[in-house]
């Protein structure tokens, strides 16, 4: 058993951030520090970490309570439950690839006199730590809501803390086990990396089953019956899933008032599985290693033809320097599955999402173009202008490219300085790539919400006012992002999921949102003041803003190349 | 060439000289080996040489370019190659042969030419188009001392080049250290092989708790220490003593 501990405290030392999960990647603990400024940082993370999930609770009060006035507290309790199954599926599911498919540990540990069933079990802890971190603080404070709501048991009140805590098991199980039985199966070598990267992506669309999902759910929108529709269809959406994760119903019993037994009986399913995986681990696990690491595909024989053709490309250094960026960035599984792949999955889904909601819409927009605006056209200028900003910051929070743009160099950071190249240079190239990203997940939702103030009779100034506060929070976050990764980047690591998830902040994106949002509150103070003068007042806040985001976007470059030169 | 002038860099809060007040030159045309056992200061003045770290005090010039005051010429000045191989790995060794060139601007022709050259005496044609990933550490080694000479740099900075390096490869390597210096210009390489540094070195400086305890050419050194026949016991010595 110590072993087995030991083994789960090295890797999952090796395999970064606990709390990337929950958007609070650089939230570690400095073991350099002494033992009371160590104390103080658990504290302070504790603090962080209470007050969060207070606010979850708080929130779900109110939700819950009305699910419960609907009689809907047990569709409420699968949903959550099944939601957060969920989640556990697509964190284990990055994590599951980068410790298991793609780990470079695995030969090295096969030759300890360690069974190598504990290794795959211990791998298997720290995907569930980590999901269990994120349900942990997720799931207690709402389940907790909901039983206080209910009025429920001391019974319904520790199955509250102890659910959120087993449901990350059956969706880890899943995880590891195909990971384990892919390793095994499917001969792919590590290195070839368009294929790892192409069965990444498979993996995950058949793991969220989205297609499916979405194809429900719009079923139930477009009966047209409301809110017994949408209830009826996320029911349906609930069975599938209980099909898949079998003990659903036994979570959601332990929930209920008298479901002591259906507790047990969980408690009994869960150490089920354990030693189910426990066992086929041990007989599969060795044999998959020796299969991944085996390479027996044709190799390309290169000659001096191959020099000549590859010789031919751009010569150009910012090029070459882009190039070898983007080759890393999408060869590399991990990096491409948690920086690119993300980013472009939420923004195809929510982009749909928002389609359709607009088309379902569409005469009941139509009808309110033809109103006359009068003095309310500024307030939709300015509440599109807020819903526009939102978005962007949340596009710039989500996309990981720039925030890990020097954590991912790792031990070809040194190599970045001795290069004849400006390191301002080679920063503006790493935080371009990052910001077309940004861009990419923004511009669909900025376009659609420009559509829709069009329709309204808005005045088509409001696109380039949209498109310049857009780019202004993108640029300005971006700019934040690599500031930090700047500033405190992981460069020796070993597992690349490490580096990966390296300042996973929501937060660095709150900066320059708060920047122009007090640009346009100031905006907004103005306008009250002289109603009638509204657009020169835009007109002077976007160059604020403009002018603002080149300072600030200047200092943030200064400080970073000043920070990259001490390191 | 390459001047050290009077370079310190203290840790761990000034508290421990890695190295201390070190000055050393090394001539064009010559071929110099920096020994010293662990932890005497090597890697930190190559990293000081090469810009990755900046020295408390002293300076680093570099064909007469200042590392810190100058540093985009400087680093032109100079190929290095660390003591890790295991750079750039998801990329093939093509592509970074090729990323190497396009950042020092090398011309197409010489670029060509250069990497044919290379990998034919370093038998790397075949894996042209494999990732560096696949490769074997001597493998990757010997794809990193491409991409440094790659754009025929008139310095050569090399930390620990023949870790791993099967014997043909070695010896390629010491054909093209010997092939540079002929040529007029300087190569500086850290080793623990001392057999190589004897018989390849024109100049030896030896590093023991960040003081350079000597400098000069074999011959200087077997005259200061003449109970030495060979590098080894002199090594032994003089590291014994300090």
């Not at chain 2, 007469?64 to 750079?87: E, H, M, W």
């Amino acid at each position: 058993m110590r072993k087995l501990f030991l083994l789960e405290r090295t890797m999952r030392k090796c395999s970064g951030s606990m709390f990337a999960n929950i958007g609070m990647g650089s939230i570690s603990v400095d073991q350099n520090l002494s033992k009371s400024q160590r104390i103080l940082q658990y504290i302070g993370i504790t603090l962080v970490a209470g007050a969060a999930m207070f606010f979850i609770g708080r929130f779900s009060m109110g939700i819950f309570g009305q699910f419960a006035a609907d009689g809907l507290h047990t569709l409420a309790y699968e949903a959550i439950c099944v939601g957060l199954m969920l989640i556990c599926l697509f964190l284990a599911t990055q994590k599951a690839l980068s410790l298991f498919f793609l780990s470079g540990d695995n030969e090295t540990l096969i030759h300890m006199p360690i069974r190598p069933g504990m290794i795959a079990f211990a791998k298997a802890l720290v995907i569930y730590r980590s999901c269990a971190i994120a349900t942990g603080m997720i799931g207690i404070p709402i389940l907790i809501a909901a039983q206080i709501c209910s009025g429920g048991t001391v019974i319904s009140f520790a199955a509250a803390v102890l659910v959120p805590l087993l449901l990350p098991v059956p969706p880890v199980f899943y995880v590891v086990l195909l990971s384990i039985v892919m390793m095994r199966y499917i001969q792919i070598g590590k290195t070839k990396e368009s294929r790892a990267s192409t069965i990444t992506v498979i993996f995950m669309l058949i793991m969220f089953l989205v297609p499916q999902l979405l194809n429900l759910l719009q079923k139930g929108v477009n009966t047209g019956g409301g809110v017994e529709a949408v209830v009826e269809s996320l029911g349906n959406v609930i069975r599938i899933f209980e099909y898949i994760f079998p003990t659903t119903f036994l979570t959601v019993g332990s929930l209920q008032e008298g479901g002591i037994l259906a507790l047990v009986l969980l408690l009994a399913a869960i150490l089920l599985i354990v030693a189910v995986y426990a066992w086929v681990a041990d007989k599969l696990f060795l044999k998959a290693i020796l299969q991944a690491g085996h390479h027996g595909s044709k190799q390309k024989v290169a000659d001096e033809k191959t020099i000549l053709r590859y010789g031919s490309a751009s010569h150009s250094v910012k090029k070459a320097y882009a190039r070898k960026e983007r080759q890393l960035l999408f060869r590399t599984p991990v990096f491409f599955l948690q920086s690119v792949l993300l980013t472009l999955i939420m923004t195809v889904l929510f982009a749909v999402l928002c389609v359709f909601l607009l088309v379902r819409m569409m005469s009941e927009i139509t009808e309110m173009g033809k109103m006359e605006l009068g003095s309310y056209e500024a307030y939709i200028w300015y509440g599109a202008l807020g819903v526009v900003l939102l978005i962007s910051a949340l596009a710039v929070a989500f996309t990981h490219v720039t925030s890990t743009c020097i954590s991912r160099e790792g031990k070809n950071f040194p190599y970045m300085k001795t290069m004849p190249v400006p390191m301002k240079t080679q920063l503006a190239v790493k935080s371009r790539i990052g910001l077309y990203m940004a861009i990419a997940g923004a511009l669909p939702f900025v376009i659609i919400i420009n559509y829709i103030c069009l329709m309204l009779s808005v005045s088509p100034l409001f696109i380039p006012v949209s498109l310049i506060a857009s780019m202004s929070v993108l640029v300005l976050g971006n700019d934040v992002q690599m500031y930090l990764d700047c500033s405190s980047p992981i460069l020796n690591w070993e597992n690349e999921y490490a580096a990966a998830t390296n300042n996973h902040l929501l937060g660095s994106a709150l900066g320059p949102l708060l920047f122009v949002a007090v640009l346009m509150g100031i905006g907004a103070g103005c306008y009250m003041i002289c109603k009638t003068l509204w657009l020169p007042v835009i007109a002077v806040v976007l160059v604020a803003a403009v002018a603002g985001s080149w300072m600030l976007h200047n200092w943030l470059y200064a400080k970073a190349v000043k920070n990259i030169e001490n390191l | 060439m390459i001047e050290l002038n009077n370079l310190t860099k203290s840790y761990t809060g000034g508290q421990k000289k890695a190295v201390d007040n070190l000055s050393w030159k090394i001539n064009d045309g010559e071929i110099a080996g920096f020994i010293g056992p662990n932890g005497a200061g090597k890697s930190t003045t190559i990293k000081m040489m090469t810009g990755l770290v900046s020295p408390d005090s002293g300076s680093v010039a570099l064909n007469g370019f200042d590392i810190t005051k100058d540093a985009l010429r400087a680093k032109q000045q100079f190929a290095y190659v660390s003591d890790t191989p295991d750079n750039f790995l998801r990329l093939k060794v093509i592509e970074y042969l090729n990323f190497i060139a396009d950042i020092y601007q090398v011309s197409e022709e010489d670029r060509n030419s250069r990497i044919t050259d290379m990998a034919k005496r370093f038998d790397l044609m075949e894996v042209l188009e494999r990732p560096i990933m696949e490769f074997s550490h001597g493998m990757r080694q010997k794809v990193m001392i491409m991409g440094a000479l790659v754009h025929n740099p008139s310095i050569w900075i090399l930390d620990e080049p023949m870790v791993g390096l099967d014997p043909n490869a070695a010896f390629t390597l010491k054909e093209l250290m010997r092939e540079h210096a002929a040529a007029g210009n300087s190569v500086l390489f850290s080793t623990h092989v001392l057999e190589v540094a004897e018989k390849l070195c024109d100049h030896i400086g030896l590093i023991v708790s960040g003081q350079m305890v000597f400098q000069g050419t074999m011959e200087e050194l077997k005259g200061r220490y003449p109970k030495g026949t060979y590098l080894e016991t002199i090594f032994m010595e003089i590291t014994k003593n300090a």
